[in-house]
Protein backbone atom coordinates (compact mmCIF):
# COMPACT_ATOMS: atom_id res chain seq x y z
CA UNK A 1 0.00 0.00 0.00
CA UNK A 2 1.48 3.56 -1.10
CA UNK A 3 -0.13 5.65 0.98
CA UNK A 4 -0.53 5.23 4.55
CA UNK A 5 -4.03 4.78 5.70
CA UNK A 6 -5.86 7.08 8.58
CA UNK A 7 -7.56 5.01 11.45
CA UNK A 8 -10.64 6.81 10.36
CA UNK A 9 -10.55 5.03 6.84
CA UNK A 10 -9.46 2.04 8.72
CA UNK A 11 -12.90 1.67 10.90
CA UNK A 12 -14.80 2.40 7.93
CA UNK A 13 -13.59 -0.66 5.46
CA UNK A 14 -15.96 -2.81 6.97
CA UNK A 15 -18.47 -3.09 9.49
CA UNK A 16 -16.61 -5.99 11.51
CA UNK A 17 -12.85 -6.24 12.30
CA UNK A 18 -12.20 -10.03 11.92
CA UNK A 19 -9.94 -10.75 15.13
CA UNK A 20 -8.03 -13.88 14.46
CA UNK A 21 -5.42 -16.06 16.80
CA UNK A 22 -3.36 -18.10 14.47
CA UNK A 23 -1.48 -21.18 15.48
CA UNK A 24 0.14 -22.10 12.57
CA UNK A 25 1.67 -20.02 9.64
CA UNK A 26 0.19 -22.20 7.42
CA UNK A 27 -3.62 -20.59 8.27
CA UNK A 28 -2.36 -16.81 7.20
CA UNK A 29 -3.66 -16.81 3.74
CA UNK A 30 -6.12 -18.92 3.25
CA UNK A 31 -8.02 -17.20 6.20
CA UNK A 32 -6.79 -13.82 4.81
CA UNK A 33 -8.45 -15.13 0.86
CA UNK A 34 -11.50 -16.26 2.84
CA UNK A 35 -12.36 -13.08 4.32
CA UNK A 36 -11.75 -11.27 0.96
CA UNK A 37 -13.80 -13.52 -0.88
CA UNK A 38 -16.79 -12.60 1.24
CA UNK A 39 -15.69 -9.28 0.80
CA UNK A 40 -14.26 -8.31 4.24
CA UNK A 41 -10.73 -6.60 3.50
CA UNK A 42 -9.29 -6.00 7.04
CA UNK A 43 -8.53 -8.80 9.10
CA UNK A 44 -6.58 -8.03 12.80
CA UNK A 45 -3.75 -11.02 13.42
CA UNK A 46 -2.93 -10.93 17.20
CA UNK A 47 0.30 -11.29 18.52
CA UNK A 48 -0.36 -13.81 20.76
CA UNK A 49 1.15 -16.53 19.15
CA UNK A 50 4.69 -17.73 18.47
CA UNK A 51 4.32 -17.73 14.42
CA UNK A 52 2.33 -14.33 14.70
CA UNK A 53 4.73 -12.04 13.00
CA UNK A 54 5.35 -14.85 10.40
CA UNK A 55 1.93 -14.81 9.74
CA UNK A 56 1.67 -11.05 8.88
CA UNK A 57 4.64 -10.94 6.61
CA UNK A 58 2.71 -13.64 4.79
CA UNK A 59 -0.47 -11.50 4.58
CA UNK A 60 1.94 -8.81 3.79
CA UNK A 61 3.31 -10.41 0.93
CA UNK A 62 0.56 -12.92 -0.59
CA UNK A 63 -2.37 -10.51 -0.28
CA UNK A 64 -1.17 -7.34 -0.57
CA UNK A 65 -5.15 -5.66 -0.89
CA UNK A 66 -5.79 -7.02 2.75
CA UNK A 67 -5.65 -4.32 5.58
CA UNK A 68 -3.57 -5.82 7.59
CA UNK A 69 -4.20 -4.91 11.55
CA UNK A 70 -1.65 -6.37 14.18
CA UNK A 71 -3.58 -7.00 17.92
CA UNK A 72 -2.44 -7.86 21.33
CA UNK A 73 0.27 -4.81 21.06
CA UNK A 74 1.23 -4.32 24.51
CA UNK A 75 4.73 -2.00 24.06
CA UNK A 76 6.70 -0.20 22.04
CA UNK A 77 9.10 -2.87 20.71
CA UNK A 78 5.78 -4.94 19.64
CA UNK A 79 4.56 -1.88 18.25
CA UNK A 80 7.51 -1.22 16.01
CA UNK A 81 7.94 -5.03 15.53
CA UNK A 82 4.18 -5.31 13.92
CA UNK A 83 4.49 -2.33 11.39
CA UNK A 84 8.23 -3.29 10.28
CA UNK A 85 5.96 -6.93 9.68
CA UNK A 86 3.96 -4.53 7.43
CA UNK A 87 0.95 -3.66 9.39
CA UNK A 88 -1.29 -0.73 8.40
CA UNK A 89 -2.98 -0.45 11.45
CA UNK A 90 -2.16 -1.40 15.64
CA UNK A 91 -4.62 -2.71 17.91
CA UNK A 92 -4.40 -3.15 21.83
CA UNK A 93 -6.26 -4.13 24.68
CA UNK A 94 -5.80 -1.19 26.81
CA UNK A 95 -3.21 1.47 26.75
CA UNK A 96 -0.14 2.50 28.63
CA UNK A 97 1.90 6.36 28.69
CA UNK A 98 4.85 4.46 26.67
CA UNK A 99 2.81 2.97 23.99
CA UNK A 100 0.67 5.95 23.68
CA UNK A 101 4.28 8.13 22.99
CA UNK A 102 5.36 5.77 20.69
CA UNK A 103 2.39 5.33 18.27
CA UNK A 104 2.11 9.51 18.74
CA UNK A 105 5.52 10.05 17.16
CA UNK A 106 5.08 8.05 14.50
CA UNK A 107 1.72 9.36 13.81
CA UNK A 108 0.69 5.37 13.16
CA UNK A 109 -3.16 4.42 12.67
CA UNK A 110 -3.87 2.83 16.33
CA UNK A 111 -6.68 1.45 18.21
CA UNK A 112 -6.44 1.73 21.92
CA UNK A 113 -8.40 0.12 24.33
CA UNK A 114 -10.63 1.81 26.89
CA UNK A 115 -13.62 0.48 29.44
CA UNK A 116 -13.53 3.89 31.47
CA UNK A 117 -14.67 7.10 31.30
CA UNK A 118 -10.97 8.09 32.73
CA UNK A 119 -9.34 6.11 30.08
CA UNK A 120 -11.56 7.53 26.91
CA UNK A 121 -10.77 11.01 28.39
CA UNK A 122 -6.96 10.17 28.39
CA UNK A 123 -6.79 8.85 25.15
CA UNK A 124 -9.29 11.79 23.92
CA UNK A 125 -6.60 14.37 25.47
CA UNK A 126 -3.95 12.88 23.61
CA UNK A 127 -5.92 12.55 20.58
CA UNK A 128 -7.23 9.63 20.21
CA UNK A 129 -10.24 9.65 18.99
CA UNK A 130 -10.94 6.30 17.65
CA UNK A 131 -10.74 3.08 20.67
CA UNK A 132 -11.59 -0.20 21.09
CA UNK A 133 -14.55 -0.80 23.77
CA UNK A 134 -13.16 -3.94 25.22
CA UNK A 135 -13.93 -6.51 26.74
CA UNK A 136 -17.15 -4.96 25.22
CA UNK A 137 -20.53 -7.07 26.73
CA UNK A 138 -18.87 -7.91 29.97
CA UNK A 139 -18.20 -3.95 30.53
CA UNK A 140 -21.52 -3.23 30.10
CA UNK A 141 -22.09 -3.42 26.03
CA UNK A 142 -24.05 -1.72 24.22
CA UNK A 143 -25.95 0.24 27.39
CA UNK A 144 -22.37 1.63 28.42
CA UNK A 145 -21.80 3.02 24.79
CA UNK A 146 -25.28 4.37 24.41
CA UNK A 147 -24.76 6.83 28.63
CA UNK A 148 -21.15 7.73 27.04
CA UNK A 149 -22.63 9.37 23.82
CA UNK A 150 -23.75 13.07 25.41
CA UNK A 151 -21.06 12.95 28.03
CA UNK A 152 -17.91 11.65 25.79
CA UNK A 153 -19.22 12.59 22.41
CA UNK A 154 -15.64 13.31 20.70
CA UNK A 155 -14.96 9.14 21.04
CA UNK A 156 -15.86 6.89 18.60
CA UNK A 157 -15.56 3.16 19.47
CA UNK A 158 -15.06 -0.35 17.92
CA UNK A 159 -16.73 -2.42 20.40
CA UNK A 160 -14.40 -5.57 20.92
CA UNK A 161 -15.20 -9.52 23.01
CA UNK A 162 -18.10 -11.48 23.46
CA UNK A 163 -19.97 -9.74 20.08
CA UNK A 164 -21.40 -12.24 17.53
CA UNK A 165 -23.36 -11.61 14.02
CA UNK A 166 -27.11 -10.57 15.98
CA UNK A 167 -24.87 -8.17 18.99
CA UNK A 168 -22.81 -6.87 16.12
CA UNK A 169 -25.88 -5.41 14.31
CA UNK A 170 -27.46 -4.11 17.41
CA UNK A 171 -24.44 -2.22 18.50
CA UNK A 172 -23.92 -0.84 14.71
CA UNK A 173 -27.02 0.85 15.75
CA UNK A 174 -25.51 2.86 18.00
CA UNK A 175 -24.24 6.30 16.52
CA UNK A 176 -20.54 6.08 18.51
CA UNK A 177 -20.10 3.11 17.02
CA UNK A 178 -18.20 2.77 13.73
CA UNK A 179 -17.18 -0.74 13.83
CA UNK A 180 -16.98 -3.62 15.52
CA UNK A 181 -14.13 -6.98 16.43
CA UNK A 182 -14.66 -9.83 17.11
CA UNK A 183 -13.16 -13.97 16.46
CA UNK A 184 -16.47 -15.37 15.30
CA UNK A 185 -15.55 -14.54 11.68
CA UNK A 186 -12.81 -16.57 11.73
CA UNK A 187 -13.45 -18.87 14.59
CA UNK A 188 -10.85 -21.09 16.27
CA UNK A 189 -13.10 -24.52 14.50
CA UNK A 190 -12.60 -23.17 11.42
CA UNK A 191 -8.90 -22.07 11.50
CA UNK A 192 -7.95 -25.75 12.70
CA UNK A 193 -10.26 -27.72 10.44
CA UNK A 194 -9.20 -25.40 7.73
CA UNK A 195 -12.70 -24.67 6.63
CA UNK A 196 -12.63 -21.80 4.75
CA UNK A 197 -15.77 -21.70 2.92
CA UNK A 198 -17.08 -21.17 6.93
CA UNK A 199 -14.81 -18.33 7.03
CA UNK A 200 -16.42 -16.97 3.63
CA UNK A 201 -19.90 -17.62 4.56
CA UNK A 202 -18.88 -15.08 7.56
CA UNK A 203 -17.36 -12.25 5.84
CA UNK A 204 -20.30 -12.01 4.13
CA UNK A 205 -22.98 -12.48 6.81
CA UNK A 206 -20.87 -9.33 8.03
CA UNK A 207 -21.04 -7.37 4.72
CA UNK A 208 -24.81 -7.87 4.71
CA UNK A 209 -24.74 -6.16 8.22
CA UNK A 210 -23.79 -2.47 6.28
CA UNK A 211 -26.66 -3.43 3.47
CA UNK A 212 -29.72 -4.42 6.09
CA UNK A 213 -29.55 -0.74 7.31
C1 LIG B 1 -9.81 -9.90 21.03
O1 LIG B 1 -9.13 -10.92 20.97
O2 LIG B 1 -9.49 -8.76 20.70
C2 LIG B 1 -11.13 -10.15 21.56
O3 LIG B 1 -10.96 -10.96 22.67
C3 LIG B 1 -12.03 -10.86 20.62
O4 LIG B 1 -13.11 -11.16 21.38
P1 LIG B 1 -14.06 -12.37 21.02
O5 LIG B 1 -13.20 -13.60 20.92
O6 LIG B 1 -15.03 -12.45 22.17
O7 LIG B 1 -14.74 -12.02 19.73
Keep these: MTTPLSIEQVVRIAPVVPVVILDKLSQAVPVARALLRGGVGIIEIT?????????????????????????????????????????????????????????????????????????????????????????????????????????????????????DVIKAKQYLNLANVVCVGGSWVAPKHALENQDWIVVEHHAAQVMALAEDG
Design 47 to 163: LRTPVALDCIKAVRDEVPEMVLGVGTIMNPGQLEAAFDAGAHFGVSPGSTANLRAAVKERGLPFLFGAITPSEVMTLLDDGFQYLKFFPAEASGGQTTLASWQSPLADAKFCPTGGI
